[in-house]
């Protein structure tokens, strides 16, 4: 219950250095959302003279930005957002870049009066979309999207893709891979937040089976039942490394690996980060919710000669996207979003681009 009575906030200038702007961005989830509005940290921070860049996001995302050199400060939301509003009246911030928008970032706003800072969420078109199958949406990329918000401070972007840091001290030692995977890998990340995001475990045997290259499965603890099993069919050729590292370790994977075929999941963002090629399935969600792979100019131009991602979507289905983040199961029962995806056609691109 919130007890905190509004109280107009006057940003304070900084004596020694008057040019000196501080701003609050927040973004409370997930991986993947997070790892989109990184270019929002570094073109605030190399744009703006003297910003200092706070970041506010869930406690349990904390290993996504920890090692992001473009945040000054970090706070966590941990059911505290009296404390948290209390302390962020002493800040004395110029500004709230809200990236997240939901009531939480609009009671913060509210009680600490500075000028707002929003990107837009589509929320509404994406309800038509995914309820009616009337495509409203902007066609402009979340990414995009939340570039736009900072655009009135005169913040451009730079075209360098997203950012994701790993550690030093995170890297997965060669000794704890097998030495068949030494030389090279196909990354699979098996996980996803929602049943319907994830291909079921005989389609993943089906496509590691057709490929004719080491693989190296990716996810949490949660996953690593579903691993065991797609690992059985050929245990020299697919390690499960689910649950087996950490969040930044599993991202080292990524890193190491010659290919990514991901779900809709926060390793497809962090792969697109670390400017691996992303072979992107999409199950109850889609990239008509302006979500898909994300790459800057840049990156691009160091994939000159082939694609840097490619979608993998079942055609002609008026049922998909059923949903925004996804959902435990089918609404309407068949699956067929995952169940009559095309492995052999997966596993025919990855041959061609590893």
Request: net charge negative; proline share 7%; hydrophobic share 45%.
């Given at each position: 219950?919130?007890?905190?009575?509004?109280?107009?906030?006057?940003p304070i200038e900084d004596p020694d250095n008057p040019k000196r702007k501080k701003f609050l961005v927040i973004r409370f989830s997930s991986i993947g959302d997070i790892v989109l509005t990184t270019p929002v940290f570094?073109?605030?921070?190399?744009?703006?003279e003297g910003v200092e860049i706070h970041f506010l996001t869930k406690r349990s995302f904390k290993a996504v930005t920890e090692a992001n050199p473009y945040i000054d400060r970090f706070h966590y939301y941990d059911n505290n957002l009296n404390e948290l509003i209390i302390q962020f009246r002493k800040e004395q911030f110029d500004g709230i870049i809200d990236l997240h928008k939901n009531f939480r970032t609009a009671l913060i706003q509210f009680q600490l009066s500075v000028p707002l800072y929003a990107y837009n969420k589509e929320s509404w078109a994406k309800f038509l979309l995914t309820r009616f199958g009337i495509n409203q949406m902007a066609k402009r990329h979340i990414t995009d999207r939340s570039m736009d918000a900072i655009a009135p401070l005169g913040v451009v972007n730079d075209g360098m893709g997203l950012d994701y840091f790993?550690?030093?001290?995170?890297?997965?030692?060669?000794?704890?891979?097998?030495t068949s995977h030494l030389a090279?890998?196909?990354?699979?990340?098996?996980?996803?937040?929602?049943?319907?995001k994830k291909l079921p475990v005989e389609k993943l045997k089906a496509l590691c089976s057709a490929l004719d290259f080491p693989v190296v499965l990716i996810g949490g603890k949660e996953d690593a039942k579903e691993g065991?099993?797609?690992?059985?069919?050929?245990?020299?050729?697919?390690?499960?490394a689910c649950g087996k590292f950490s969040l930044n370790e599993s991202a080292d994977l990524i890193r190491r690996s010659k290919l990514v075929i991901s779900h809709d999941t926060g390793f497809q963002y962090i792969a697109c980060a670390l400017n691996k090629k992303v072979l992107a399935i999409w199950g109850g969600?889609?990239?008509?919710?302006?979500?898909?792979?994300y790459y800057g100019i840049h990156q691009l131009a160091a994939h000159a000669n082939s694609e840097a991602y490619k979608n993998f979507i079942v055609p002609h289905l008026s049922c998909q996207p059923c949903s925004n983040y996804g959902t435990k199961k089918c609404p309407k029962g068949h699956f067929k979003c995952m169940q009559q995806q095309d492995v052999q056609a997966?596993?025919?691109?990855a041959k061609q681009w590893v």
């Open positions: 219950m919130l007890f905190l009575i509004k109280k107009k906030q006057t570094r073109c605030l921070k190399q744009q703006m790993i550690p030093e001290d995170q890297d997965v030692p060669a000794t704890d891979l097998p090279g890998f196909i990354a699979i990340v098996i996980g996803a937040s929602y049943f319907t065991d099993a797609v690992a059985s069919i050929n245990s020299v050729k697919i390690y499960n969600t889609s990239p008509l919710l302006d979500v898909e792979p997966i596993a025919s691109a």
